[in-house]
């Protein structure tokens, strides 16, 4: 899976399509990822502890990583990372549409 925790990645499908946000955690076993302001699904809780609120709380939910395309931090536009081997032996991700090292 091409896509790690911390990356700023586009959504292609879904209810959501168009909206960017940060992976906030990444399944590669199950293939999805959870994203900052997408997916969000209504949970009612009742309080556990004393002084805790119960109320309904946005949570976000996994999507499938298919679904995102990462965006590159120079251009700015969604791209599929291709990894290279440097000259010094190290892989990096670079970016198909600016070649910028992301």
Do not use: W
């Not at 302001?37 to 309080?47: I, L």
């Not at 109320?55 to 990583?65: D, F, H, L, R, S």
């Amino acid at each position: 899976m091409k896509i790690k925790t911390g990356d700023v990645v586009f959504v292609l499908s879904g209810k959501d399509k168009g909206k960017e946000g940060k992976v906030l955690s990444a399944d590669p076993k199950n293939r999805k990822v959870v994203v900052e302001n997408v997916n969000v699904a209504h949970k009612h809780q009742k309080p556990r502890k004393q002084g805790q609120e119960g109320g309904i709380i946005k949570v976000e939910t996994p999507i499938y990583a298919s679904k995102v395309m990462r965006v590159c931090p120079k251009c700015a536009k969604p791209t599929r990372p291709m990894v290279k081997i440097l000259d010094d032996g190290t892989k990096a991700r670079i970016c198909k549409k600016c070649q910028e090292v992301i």
